[in-house]
């Protein structure tokens, strides 16, 4: 069994910053990638950004500059910080992990962004 812990989600005013953070546990031998999701009211899921066990990274353009994932392989924990926050960042968050053959997902974390 593995799980994804998320945190740091919260409200903050345009231009703000968070940062989110997701620790995976359980039986894990080698994590592969992981990354972030988003989805917004009446939109479809999308990518936000990942990052490989080489720490190559990817990242949607609408987010390119403004964020950054990073990672603690020793904790098994990804991260995302957001920078220059903007209304349409507005959506909940999910961290994924991808470890063997396997997808395993986040609670997801609400990001709220007022104007």
């Known amino acids: 069994q593995v799980q994804l812990v998320e945190s740091g989600g919260g409200l903050v005013q345009a231009g703000g910053s968070l940062r989110l953070s997701c620790a995976a546990s359980?039986?894990?031998?080698?994590?592969?990638?992981m990354g972030w999701y988003r989805q917004a009211p009446g939109k479809e899921r999308e990518l936000v950004a990942n990052i490989n066990s080489g720490d190559t990274t990817n990242y949607a353009e609408s987010v390119k500059g403004r964020f950054t994932i990073s990672r603690d392989g020793a904790k098994n924990t990804v991260y995302l910080q957001m920078n220059t926050l903007k209304s349409e960042d507005t959506a909940v968050y999910y961290c994924y992990a991808n470890i063997r053959w396997s997808t395993y997902w986040g609670q997801g974390t609400q990001v709220t962004v007022s104007s």
């Open positions: 359980g039986s894990i031998f080698a994590i592969k990638a």
